[in-house]
């Protein structure tokens, strides 16, 4: 049967995952009568509340030609979003082609240039496929000039630069060559895969070597490790070690199970050849980015490198007077433990244990992914404190510091750009573009340093009344900016525990915004909302009213009725806090405090950082 891997790639949003659904319908895959969730491939619970992919995942189907000869595909869906570029970097060393997915209207995007650069300087030959031709605002043949000129930006070669293109909707599944169509199969697909991508160029008669690149657990098997068959057969039981990039073996062991491929599920096989994508147990040291080999073979598999960290957080024991209450995982060591698996699996991420041994340095590509973590952590039974995201330095030859850029696209109603551009000036961005776009919006580029960027997106849809759309890529090192301008706003922190009172409440409105509601338990250096002036304010959310025998005079009975309370996500509290504070996530609730609860505390701690 011929073989051919391919991995699709796309910006946010532009219907990757969709797409491999209607791909899993027309090759037979699924039965006719089978009930298959929408976007199958989106399988944990966060990938599916959110709509987007978080974890490249392998999947495999079995396309039969019109002439009856088959091709099995194995297709690997990838993340859009740069914050999971880590996952993208590992996957393509797995592939020989890529099918490149654009929007019909949004056009070539940030994410789009990240993940085709990491393509196209590994050789692969793109398909480049419009999507959603059947938008109304589609403009299919300037979108295909804003690909184009992204490949020769990219320095793309002359052979990938005549790439062959398909009009596509991937919801209602059809593909054709003739950008007027609007009906028919993916077949056009299928067979421009087949034509397009080439086999694997492999030795079948080598000895075994296969390249670590997803590593997963299960319950009874332990570790996991999937790749690419590089060279060579591997048998059930066969003796296999593991190498690291220096060539030392790190263990050995046997074959216990092969898994090949089959749709959504796993398949066990007796003997997988090169050129296959598998998944492989038996191993229990071995990780991401090692050799695993026949027990001949000296030689490494040389690793893609990754993209360093931009940006780190702390993650704390939680020392807050609730702690222990809503968490059945609360100790330094249970946290130390999930982080380090974490790492094990997520290449791009990184972590420094702190002196004290209660916290731990967290870096990784931006706010979402370790939001991601976090999230995923807390729905674990974790219970952390998680401080304000700080972005990592570097220097450049010269010792002088330097800081991460990244570039931001951003789409506006033309009566909001003005205010965006002042904002993102006031962050110390530049602006590098300004078009017209799609819908009567504008189009904004700039090179903004990720430090300014930190805590705006909430701005952002504040000041566009929701109707912006901002995207981020990493960009370079670049030049320090110098001071950036925080969070105007003080916030209002409660100077006792007990709980909320509407009584109390009601004035505090007249105050600012509050963050907290009736009968909600608080505690001393809790912040219960955002102060209107610059400055941090102590207050008391818990004062009852008195009760006596009077009855008031002049209607004071009456019912006081309170606005209801902010509500922000776990990201939007993350990019909210400064630097004094922290948020306390728990599996039921999500706080905001300040570091030193103690006012006395607070104080001493701010007149040191001024000294």
Do not use: C
Request: glycine share 8%; hydrophobic share 35%; aromatic share 6%.
């Amino acid at each position: 049967m011929r073989l051919r891997n391919v991995a699709i790639i796309a910006h946010v949003d532009h219907g990757k995952t969709t797409l491999v659904d209607q791909l899993f319908r027309q090759s037979g895959t699924f039965r006719d009568n089978q009930r298959v969730e929408e976007r199958a491939m989106d399988s944990n619970d966060l990938e599916k509340e959110r709509g987007i992919t978080i974890l490249a995942k392998p999947t495999s189907i079995e396309w039969e030609a019109p002439d009856g000869e088959k091709t099995r595909i194995n297709i690997v869906d990838t993340p859009g979003h740069a914050d999971f570029g880590g996952e993208v970097e590992r996957i393509l060393s797995m592939v020989d082609g890529v099918i490149l997915l654009v929007d019909s209207s949004e056009g070539a995007m940030p994410q789009t240039k990240f993940v085709t650069g990491k393509a196209l300087a590994l050789g692969l030959r793109p398909i480049v496929v419009v999507n959603k031709i059947d938008r109304s605002d589609a403009r299919v043949q300037e979108v295909l000039d804003e690909v184009f000129d992204l490949f020769v930006s990219l320095d793309a070669t002359d052979e990938q630069l005549d790439f062959p293109v398909l009009f596509a909707s991937g919801r209602n599944g059809y593909a054709s060559t003739d950008p007027e169509a609007r009906e028919g199969t993916l077949t056009p697909m299928f067979e421009k895969i087949v034509s397009h991508v080439p086999a694997p160029d492999v030795d079948v008669d080598a000895p075994f070597t296969f390249l670590v690149t997803l590593l997963d657990r299960d319950n009874f098997l332990g570790r996991i490790l999937t790749g690419r068959v590089t060279s060579g057969t591997v048998k059930i039981n066969q003796p296999i070690h593991a190498l690291d990039n220096e060539g030392k073996i790190i263990e050995t062991g046997r074959a216990s199970k092969i898994m090949s491929f089959r749709g959504l599920d796993r398949v066990p096989v007796d003997e997988a050849q090169a050129g296959d994508i598998i998944s492989l147990a038996g191993l229990t040291v071995a990780t991401v980015a090692n050799t695993i080999a026949d027990i001949s073979v000296s030689a490494p598999i040389q690793a893609q490198p990754i993209d360093p960290p931009t940006l780190s957080m702390r993650f704390a024991v939680n020392d807050s007077p609730m702690a222990g209450r809503e968490g059945s995982k609360v100790t330094s060591r249970m946290i130390r433990d999930r982080l380090m698996r974490e790492a094990e699996s997520n290449v791009a991420i990184k972590i420094t244990e702190a002196a004290d041994r209660d916290s731990f340095e967290v870096a990784g590509r931006g706010e979402l992914q370790l939001g991601v973590l976090i999230e995923t952590m807390r729905r674990e039974g974790f219970e952390l404190g998680i401080s304000r995201p700080r972005v990592l330095f570097g220097e450049d030859a010269e010792g002088k510091r330097t800081e991460p850029y990244e570039t931001v696209v951003i789409d506006v109603d033309e009566e909001y750009s003005g205010t965006v551009v002042e904002k993102m000036n006031l962050r110390k961005a530049e602006m590098t573009d300004m078009r017209p776009s799609t819908g009567g919006k504008t189009r904004i580029t700039f090179s903004a340093p990720s430090r300014g960027l930190i805590g705006y997106h909430g701005e952002f849809m504040s000041d566009t009344r929701g109707t912006g759309i901002m995207n981020r890529l990493f960009e370079k090192y670049g030049p320090y900016k110098g001071a950036i301008e925080g969070r105007k706003n003080g916030v209002l922190i409660s100077n006792g525990a007990g709980e909320a009172n509407s009584y109390a409440l009601g004035p505090l409105e007249e105050r600012g915004v509050l963050f907290v509601g009736h009968g909600e338990t608080l505690y001393e250096g809790m912040i219960v909302g955002e102060n209107a002036k610059t400055d941090d304010l102590e207050v008391n959310p818990m004062k009852a009213k008195q009760l006596t025998n009077f009855r008031a005079s002049g209607g004071k009975d009456d019912a006081i009725r309170l606005t209801p309370p902010k509500r922000m996500t776990l990201e939007q509290e993350i990019a909210y806090i400064d630097d004094d504070e922290m948020v306390e996530v728990t599996p039921k609730n999500i706080r905001l405090r300040k570091r030193h609860l103690d006012p006395h505390e607070r104080k001493r701690a701010s007149r040191a950082k001024a000294a």
